[in-house]
């Protein structure tokens, strides 16, 4: 079963401009974390945050996450047209081995 | 360093044929491993894991199996596809021996079932 929704499905921007990707998730987790597929290719893991952290960066990348809320946004700042892309949350629930994916935001910078 | 290596890439296959996708990772000892299904344009769908040798978990009744003979080595099968059997398969392994962190993924495999 899919446990994280990504918000938007579909996201379309300037190079240059931000992007903000939303994910919802609903039981407790032990961490979340974010991927990102090139179509066609396997994922390629971006950022993890654990449910005792509150904000994460790496690079251009911004992860928030607010557990009482069972949410996490993603932020990539000054987008290029190399991030299109698919992005997507996954959570691990506590104790257990799975992760398990959302449904992924598909994201396009446009040069 | 690690690495994990996921074939064939691509699959043609009629209906009621049988099927075998391997994945064999190296650099890594007792790693969790995992099987993913993609439909297209959707997200992923976790369809077996496995902790050790031998030892395997399935999420989703359907008409597949996986198994782990060897420490780095997950095999995933079926004895007759159907046509809703078609998608993007994923392999991907996890540090064992804790709650799950970073997965790896391989390229992937595409199946398509006529």
């Known amino acids: 079963s899919q446990q994280g929704e990504e918000d938007p499905q579909a996201l379309s921007i300037q190079e240059g401009e931000n992007a903000t990707m939303n994910c919802s998730y609903k039981?407790?987790?032990?961490?979340l974390q974010w991927y990102r597929q090139n179509s066609g290719r396997g994922l390629v893991h971006l950022i993890l945050?654990?449910?005792?952290?509150r904000e994460k960066h790496s690079g251009r990348l911004r992860v928030t996450l607010d557990t009482s809320k069972k949410s996490s946004s993603l932020l990539i700042t000054a987008s290029r047209a190399a991030d299109t892309a698919s992005y997507f949350c996954?959570?691990?629930?506590?104790?257990?081995?799975?992760?398990?994916f959302g449904k992924g935001t598909k994201l396009t910078v446009n040069p | 360093s690690q690495t994990i290596h996921q074939w064939p890439a691509t699959l043609v296959q009629p209906v009621g044929s049988p099927l075998s996708l391997e994945c064999t990772v190296e650099?890594?000892?007792?790693?969790?491993l995992y099987w993913y299904r993609q439909a297209a344009g959707r997200g992923l769908q976790l369809l077996f894991y496995?902790?050790?040798?031998?030892?395997i978990s399935s999420e989703v009744p359907q008409n597949l199996s996986a198994s782990r003979p060897q420490d780095r080595q997950f095999i995933l099968s079926s004895k007759k596809l159907l046509l809703s059997d078609s998608g993007f398969y994923l392999c991907?392994?996890?540090?064992?021996?804790?709650?799950?962190?970073?997965?790896?993924f391989g390229e992937g495999s595409r199946l398509t079932v006529l």
């Open positions: 945050i654990r449910s005792n952290e």
């Open positions: 650099g890594t000892s007792n790693p969790n």
């Open positions: 996954a959570t691990v629930q506590g104790g257990s081995e799975k992760l398990v």
């Open positions: 039981t407790s987790i032990n961490n």
């Open positions: 991907a392994w996890a540090s064992g021996g804790t709650n799950t962190g970073e997965l790896f």
């Open positions: 496995s902790v050790g040798i031998g030892q």
